[in-house]
Nanobody, 116 residues
Framework: QVQLVESGGGLVQPGGSLRLSCAASGSISSINTMGWYRRAPGKQRELVAEVSRRGNLNYADSVKGRFTISTDNTKFTVYLQMNSLKPEDGAVYYC??????????WGRGTQVTVSS
């Protein structure tokens, strides 16, 4: 089992920045990929960014050049630095972890609101 706890959401003005954090605990060694998804009202959940254990990165086209995913392996934490935020980035952001055995785990989510 893997437990994920997100933090760092909030209200920010357009053009502003936020950093989300996701702390993992439990069966850390089983994790193969960690990432961030988001779900905006009335829309399906979508991948924002993910990073594999090997360091391979994957970003949604809509966030490339604005968002950066990174990890701190000593703290078993994954971060999402979000810059130049737009109103359409507003959503509930979920931390995700996938294991090599194809198990998938989710955090409870953290709200990001981009509004003036």
């Amino acid at each position: 089992q893997v437990q994920l706890v997100e933090s760092g959401g909030g209200l920010v003005q357009p053009g502003g920045s936020l950093r989300l954090s996701c702390a993992a605990s439990g069966s850390i060694s089983s994790i193969n990929t960690m990432g961030w998804y988001r779900r905006a009202p009335g829309k399906q959940r979508e991948l924002v960014a993910e990073v594999s254990r090997r360091g391979n990165l994957n970003y949604a086209d809509s966030v490339k050049g604005r968002f950066t995913i990174s990890t701190d392996n000593t703290k078993f934490t994954v971060y999402l630095q979000m810059n130049s935020l737009k109103p359409e980035d507003g959503a509930v952001y979920y931390c995700n972890a996938k294991t090599a055995s194809l198990n998938e785990y989710w955090g409870r989510g953290t709200q990001v609101t981009v509004s003036s």
